[in-house]
Each structure stands twice: as C-alpha cells, then as structure tokens.
C-alpha cells in the first residue's frame, strides 16, 4: 500500500503539469493542464470553478495519498490517535476526490454542444488517471479496522 502512494505521489506533479486535453476551435489550438486549467479560469473571472478545479484536482489528492502514505507507513512511529485522525481525512478528500471530474465531463459536454469544437486527449488525463487509480487501489488494500483493534491504541 505504501508503495502504492509513493508511487501516486511521484507521478502526481505529472499528471498536473503536463496537457490533459487539448481544445481546437476556429483553426485555433489551446493545450490545458489542470495546473493551468484553474489558473486560467481563475485569471478569466471563473473564480468558483477555478477554485474547485484547484482544491479538488490538486489539493485533495495530495492531501490523501500525503494521509494513506502517513497511515500505512507509520505504524511504528505515529501515534495510534494520529493515523486515526489520518485515516477519517483519507475518506473526508476521497468523497470530494472525483467532483473535478464530473465538472470536467460537464464542461466537454458543454462545448462539444457547438460543432466547431474539437478535443483531444493529453497526457496528462492518462496519467492523471493512473494516479486516481493507485489512489483508489491503495484505499481500498487499506483496512481501516486496524487503527480500532491496535493493541497499543491505549
């Protein structure tokens, strides 16, 4: 499992730096990243989704592969009540973890409604789904009823 978030978190600035599509409209094409897919929409006055694309894609999984990694590797040197607190985070992110991409499907739908509007796949979106992938791999190797019948929990 640990090896699996190591994994995750390695790839991870990959999948956020690199196009994960790209938008071809009126012989003009324009490459996103998700780095620069929420800094764009929160430069061209798109704060909310600017932002939820920025929490959801970039912080969220940080955040929870950070926390699995912390709770499956720490046994020997974290406090019970730590993992514990680490593994509630761990389902708090990954509830929120997949909102970035239901907006980004709405968003294709969106401008595929017009015509003259091409996407192509990046990178990015391959990589970003390898991360989701180990990531949710990880989750769900994790038994979570360890931290509750710990015997060093008191």
């Not at 640990?2 to 094409?29: D, K, N, S, W, Y």
């Not at 920025?54 to 993992?83: F, M, Y």
């Not at 970003?128 to 990531?135: H, N, P, W």
């Given at each position: ?119 192509t796949v990046g990178p990015g979106l391959w990589v970003f789904a390898t991360v989701v992938l180990l990531s949710l791999t990880a989750s769900a190797q994790y038994d979570p009823h360890a931290l509750w019948d710990d015997p060093d929990s008191e």
């Amino acid at each position: 499992m640990a090896l699996l978030c190591a994994t995750a978190l390695t790839l991870f600035p990959a999948a956020v730096l690199l196009p994960v599509f790209e938008v071809q409209q009126f012989g003009r094409a324009v490459e996103a990243s998700l780095w620069s897919g929420s800094l764009g929409l929160i430069g061209r006055g798109e704060l909310m989704v600017g932002l939820i694309v920025l929490v959801c894609s970039l912080c969220l999984p940080v955040v929870k592969l950070s926390s699995l990694l912390l709770v499956t590797a720490g046994r020997n040197w974290l406090a019970v009540h730590h993992r514990r607190f680490g593994w509630r985070l761990v389902e708090w992110t990954g509830r929120w973890g997949m909102l970035d991409v239901l907006l980004v499907a709405v968003l294709v739908a969106w401008m595929k409604m017009g015509e003259l509007v091409e996407f192509t796949v990046g990178p990015g979106l391959w990589v970003f789904a390898t991360v989701v992938l180990l990531s949710l791999t990880a989750s769900a190797q994790y038994d979570p009823h360890a931290l509750w019948d710990d015997p060093d929990s008191e």
